[in-house]
């Protein structure tokens, strides 16, 4: 489910856990659109991204071309924030 800066995912045992969303993109060559988000318990850096519809479901990114394509957009915008 997906909020204004939000996300909670359910894992495995049930349990809903919170993640920050970085940011949000579309894609015009997949027809997707795209969640990038971070746990904020954890300190190590991970981020992660997964595909989203208009009801706020995520799906898990399946494709080497697609989790490419979503590297180079997370690369990005670390790079912009890095020189703001």
């Known amino acids: 489910m997906l909020d204004s800066n939000c996300l909670y995912v359910k894992d495995e045992n049930g349990n809903e856990k919170k993640f920050i969303i970085l940011f949000t993109f579309d894609n015009d ?6 969640v990038v988000y ?7 850096g991970d981020v992660y991204a997964s595909i989203y519809d208009d009801k706020g479901n995520l799906y898990p990114i399946e494709s080497d071309e697609e989790w490419d394509m979503v590297e180079e957009v997370i690369n990005t ?3 912009d924030e890095e020189d703001a």
Do not use: G, L, R
């Open 38 to 44: 971070q746990d904020p318990q954890n300190d190590s």
């Open 77 to 79: 915008f670390v790079e």
């Open 29 to 34: 060559e997949t027809k997707k659109q795209y």
